[in-house]
């Protein structure tokens, strides 16, 4: 079964006042999980997340994190284990080191076993019985904060509210929003960096050829804005929800509009790894790093906070 984010959390729309109820439980649940015990580690922890739901760019940029901080410590990948993120898994083991359990307080002891001495946790904000020595909260620069909305009246997992409570916010992706800055400087005037999606592997890829785009992640329209961008000729598009489990018969049905129209088919990296042996052949994917704006300066303030 297909499930899509509800069109009303990006625009205006009756649907939002009418769950706005539902939403106020939510609301209510946030601030019994904000009164928990902390349990803090002997290991340093860095907690990247989001309060958009999905496509925010924290996984790009927890990469991004330990490459830095691999130079003078041994981090380690903290991921929760969900059935449905394989994806995301498999892109971090390509990177370095992993530890996964459905219980981050269990990943985190291990991980203090292992003698790692830095855990870089891909999502978990939410979860307010951990302490975190450094907490980042990632925005798209398209879908910013969305319809402003608390879950199920909008895509927001907690009120905008609390950023003042994280310490760095990023802001991810192609375009330059200006409203979404200012209205994080005014909740949280420090600490607020910018990055944006650079593809590593375009030499590969022919760009006089016209392409089939097609992904299940959870913003496809940034995927679809920087191939654009780097001159690909996408002429069919075929979206997917995020974390989607690809079938053959959809992969076959991919490859024949391909082969009709005469068309490279290109994906994701993070759609690539949900793909069976099978189903990659003739499949590409664009590999995409995230690149920090002012990188010096969050490097400094980065350390500061270690």
């Known amino acids: 079964m297909k499930l899509y984010k509800p069109t009303f959390w990006g625009g205006k729309s009756l649907i939002p006042?009418?769950?706005?109820?539902?939403?106020?439980?939510?609301?209510?649940?946030?601030?019994?999980?904000?009164?928990?015990n902390k349990t803090k580690f002997d290991i340093k922890t860095i907690?990247?997340?989001?309060?958009?739901?999905?496509?925010?760019?924290?996984?790009?940029?927890?990469?991004?994190?330990?490459?830095?901080?691999?130079?003078?410590?041994?981090p380690v990948f903290i991921k929760k284990k969900y059935n449905n993120q394989t994806d995301e898994i498999k892109q971090l083991f390509q990177k370095g080191n992993i530890i996964i359990d459905k219980d981050r307080k269990n990943s985190l002891f291990l991980a203090e076993k292992k003698k790692f001495n830095i855990a870089i946790l891909d999502d978990g904000l939410q979860q307010k019985n951990i302490?975190?020595?450094?907490?980042?909260?990632?925005?798209?620069?398209?879908?910013?904060?969305?319809?402003?909305?608390?879950?199920?009246?909008?895509?927001?997992?907690?009120?905008?509210?609390?950023?003042?409570?994280?310490?760095?916010?990023f802001i991810n992706g192609e375009k330059n929003n200006q409203v979404l800055e200012r209205s994080i400087k005014n909740i949280k005037s420090k600490n607020i960096f910018k990055a944006k999606y650079k593809p590593t592997n375009l030499k590969k890829f022919n760009l006089k050829k016209k392409y089939l785009m097609f992904s299940g992640i959870g913003n496809?329209?940034?995927?679809?804005?920087?191939?654009?961008?780097?001159?690909?000729?996408?002429?069919?598009?075929?979206?997917?929800?995020?974390?989607?489990?690809?079938?053959?018969?959809?992969?076959?049905?991919?490859?024949?509009?391909?082969?009709?129209?005469?068309?490279?088919?290109?994906?994701?990296?993070?759609?690539?790894y949900r793909l069976n042996e099978r189903q990659k052949k003739n499949i590409n994917f664009l590999k995409i790093k995230l690149k920090i704006q002012d990188i010096k300066k969050?490097?400094?303030?980065?350390f500061e906070k270690l």
């Open 17 to 36: 006042y009418l769950l706005f109820p539902l939403s106020l439980i939510t609301s209510l649940i946030n601030q019994v999980k904000k009164k928990s």
């Open 220 to 272: 496809p329209h940034e995927f679809e804005k920087t191939l654009i961008k780097h001159k690909f000729k996408v002429v069919k598009k075929i979206v997917y929800p995020d974390h989607y489990k690809f079938t053959n018969i959809e992969i076959t049905e991919i490859k024949r509009i391909a082969k009709t129209k005469n068309l490279i088919i290109i994906t994701t990296e993070k759609d690539f």
């Open 131 to 169: 302490h975190y020595d450094l907490s980042i909260a990632c925005f798209n620069s398209q879908n910013g904060f969305g319809n402003k909305f608390i879950i199920p009246s909008g895509p927001l997992r907690e009120n905008i509210k609390e950023l003042k409570e994280y310490d760095f916010i």
């Open 47 to 74: 907690c990247i997340g989001n309060i958009y739901l999905g496509g925010t760019g924290k996984t790009s940029l927890a990469i991004e994190i330990y490459k830095i901080l691999s130079k003078k410590f041994n």
């Open 298 to 302: 969050f490097k400094k303030k980065l």
